[in-house]
């Protein structure tokens, strides 16, 4: 995969190819942002690149804030939606998450709390074209 990558996926099948392909250049320690309107897909892009390193029992964290997973690999999957200040997400170690270079690290609604993010990411933007189709775009930022 090269970035800026840039890609309207038109079926759920073809946002899980874009998932797999990612899922080739994710190393530990990497963060990953994932941005966009509910519904958009963020969480169906991490159960897939997940499913690629043998995880399948991935579910969305907007409940439970960070779910962790250890399969061989290690994948930590954050969702800031429900949020409310700063406070909650240092409660919860947030700095010690962020510095685990064993784990990749998702975070969906990143832009909630700007101000805990690490200057390496990778950030993925959704749109909703459509039903089924959706606009992908991932730059790396380091
Ligand atoms: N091309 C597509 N790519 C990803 N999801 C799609 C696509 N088409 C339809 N969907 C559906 O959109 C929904 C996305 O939900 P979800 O991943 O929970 O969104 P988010 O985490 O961004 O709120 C899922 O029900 C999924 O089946
Ligand atoms: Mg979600």
Not at 3 to 26: D, G, M, Q, R, Y
Not at 38 to 52: D, P
Request: some cysteine; hydrophobic content about 40%; aromatic content about 14%.
């Amino acid at each position: 995969m090269v970035f800026p990558f840039h890609k309207i996926v038109n079926s759920e099948a073809e946002t899980s190819l874009v998932a797999k392909e990612f899922s080739e250049i994710l190393s530990p320690g990497k963060i990953v942002l994932l941005n966009g309107d509910l519904g958009t897909g963020k969480t169906f892009f991490v159960k897939n690149v997940c499913a690629q390193f043998g995880i399948v029992n991935v579910s969305s964290p907007s409940f439970s804030i960070v779910n962790e997973y250890h399969n061989g690999k290690k994948i930590i999957h954050f969702d800031f939606y429900r949020i409310k200040k700063y406070e909650e997400l240092y409660d919860i170690g947030i700095d010690d998450y962020l510095m685990n270079k064993e784990a990749v690290i998702f975070i969906e609604w990143p832009d909630l709390f700007p101000d805990i993010i690490p200057n390496n990411y990778f950030k993925i933007d959704f749109k909703f074209v459509n039903n089924s189709s959706r606009e992908i775009t991932i730059l790396r930022h380091e």
